[in-house]
């Protein structure tokens, strides 16, 4: 094959690379090398085309140029070795920023370990769990998820109550997604054969909020009861003993609004005089880990007895759940991944966590959902 121009792209996005190279080329590229590297944790690629051009390399009687041809030929030699020059120095960097324990890993322990740090993971906790996973399966790598989900159930607490004659009450900053939780935990509820629950709204400040939990509860067929202060939680308190569950659904407020904050406390301390109460912390996803600690920070005042993480699907850092989980020491109860109700959420356990970490990365949900 003759061509006119040999050209090299490259980049992180194999879709993009392929729209590039059809717009410069006019779709009469022809592939002449293709490498995949995974460098940092990152797939990147390197592609080299060659566009035709039978003017350029024929001569008049239409026979082999080959004084055109051996310049090409050599134009692509170059560029190979140019781009293993550039392999050589990416993975010497990509080298350089590891550890001395990470270069100690082995190349299977070592892309694990990357996966981990790439989805959100601490280093030193990544580093920690892929050294005892490679201890206990060696190179071989299909028996590493399975590992990795025994692991999970060492470095986190994982946890829903079952029993019946209880209240849980949900806790968290403005646009956690408190109230579709609450609905989708009544629902998991309902599904596992305890239907004898019932909803209490507490937001005083947003009438759509408790609008939104009475449209749940009337689609499940269960009660909604509504008190926003301790008068009135005097007043409905008894009337919840006949049920086997009530979820409530308190007032969101920033996680820096400490006085708002110590309102649900009083809240919750007035139900806790007459029934057994058990506080989750919601912290979003979504949400940086410096923030995430804040809000368990400041709402740590009520007392915290579950967290479940929500807005899974706004995240391809899904590690920090691990990060967070191990620091606070709290059992794990629920994931939330979407806004569906009841289908976007999972209870909380090793192997749904190991689930979304090793997962595809939110934007392939969607994708797959559009299909």
């Known amino acids: 094959m003759r061509y006119s121009v040999v050209k090299k792209f490259s980049g992180t996005n194999l879709l993009k690379i392929f729209e590039k190279i059809k717009e410069d080329a006019g779709g009469n590229s022809i592939l002449l090398g293709y490498e995949e590297k995974d460098i940092g944790g990152k797939k990147h690629y390197e592609i080299i085309v060659g566009i035709p051009d039978k003017n350029l390399v024929t001569s008049d009687n239409g026979q082999l140029n080959k004084d055109v041809l051996e310049k090409v030929l050599v134009n692509i030699n170059d560029m190979r070795n140019e781009f293993r020059m550039i392999k ?60 990795f989900i025994d692991i999970l159930s060492d470095y986190l ?8 004659g209880k209240i849980l009450a949900l806790v968290g900053p403005t646009g956690v997604g408190k109230t579709t939780t609450a609905a989708k935990i009544g629902a998991v509820y309902i599904a596992s054969g305890i239907r004898n629950i019932a909803f209490l709204g507490t937001d005083r400040y947003r009438i759509a909020s408790v609008e939104q939990i009475k449209k749940y509860a009337d689609i499940m067929g ?146 797959l959902k559009e299909h």
């Open 222 to 367: 269960v009660p909604l009861f509504v008190a926003t202060t301790p008068e009135e939680i005097k007043r409905i308190i008894y009337k919840l003993d006949q049920f086997d569950i009530v979820i409530v659904d308190t007032m969101g407020k920033s996680h820096y609004d400490i006085k708002s904050i110590r309102k649900i406390a009083s809240l919750i301390k007035e139900i806790g005089l007459y029934k057994k109460i058990e506080v989750f912390l919601l912290i979003s996803c979504s949400q940086r880990e410096e923030e995430m600690i804040s809000v368990i920070r400041n709402f740590s005042e009520i007392g915290i007895d579950y967290l479940i993480f929500t807005k899974i699907d706004e995240t391809f850092y899904s590690g920090s759940i691990i990060n967070i989980g191990s620091m606070i020491e709290k059992p794990i109860a629920f994931f939330t991944t979407g806004q569906s109700v009841p289908d976007d959420i999972k209870i909380a356990s090793p192997k749904n966590l190991a689930d979304i970490i090793l997962g595809p990365p939110p934007l392939t949900k969607y994708l």
């Open 88 to 147: 050589d120095s990416l993975e010497f960097i990509s080298r350089k920023v590891l550890s001395s324990a990470e270069l100690k890993l082995k190349d299977s322990a070592l892309s694990f370990f990357k996966k981990l740090v790439s989805r959100g993971v601490e280093k030193n906790t990544a580093l920690s769990i892929v050294q005892e996973i490679y201890s206990r399966c060696g190179d071989d790598q299909a028996r590493f998820e399975k590992a």
């Open 157 to 164: 607490l994982f946890d829903v109550p079952k029993t019946k």
